[in-house]
């Protein structure tokens, strides 16, 4: 199964901004234009893998829904290791990128992405919700500006 789908926020938000969800499964790098080689070596967990190649494989839908080539584009990280999105080397386009957000959570996949200029950060947490009869865990997703 290769289907995303468009989290909407509760209420309209001031600027351009989208937020997607697709299930964690195992991906074949090269199959996602966005993921380093070198990065998902490291990951000694398949898990880990999965999830990290779930992300960027559904960023590169959510950029392509955003009207930009993922083709064109790489991830690097600041100094605190968020993700941010860049043109490849020796492309000059002036098109500003938006940022973008990438989590995971009870086998889901999370992309934020908001217009040049403005933060954005999905939160993904597991939250417990007792109930006389039943306990469970809820999966649910905020979105922050």
Not at 57 to 83: K, M, S, V
Request: net charge negative.
């Amino acid at each position: 199964m290769n289907s995303f789908e468009e989290i909407l926020p509760p209420h309209p938000l001031p600027v351009r901004a989208m937020c997607f969800r697709c299930p964690v499964m195992p991906r074949e790098l090269e199959n996602v234009s966005l993921a380093s080689a070198d990065e998902v070596a490291t990951f000694v967990v398949e898990k880990r893998r999965d999830e990290h190649l779930s992300g960027r494989w559904l960023l590169g839908h959510a950029l392509a829904q955003w009207g930009l080539n993922d083709e064109e584009l790489e991830i690097r990280r600041t100094e605190h290791r968020a993700p941010i999105l860049s043109y490849l080397p020796g492309l000059w386009l002036n098109t500003p990128l938006p940022s973008v957000s990438i989590g995971h959570s009870d086998g889901w996949a999370y992309v934020a992405l908001i217009e040049a200029g403005w933060s954005i950060g999905i939160d993904l947490s597991l939250i417990h919700i007792s109930e006389p009869t039943r306990p469970r865990l809820i999966s649910y997703a905020v979105f922050c500006l």
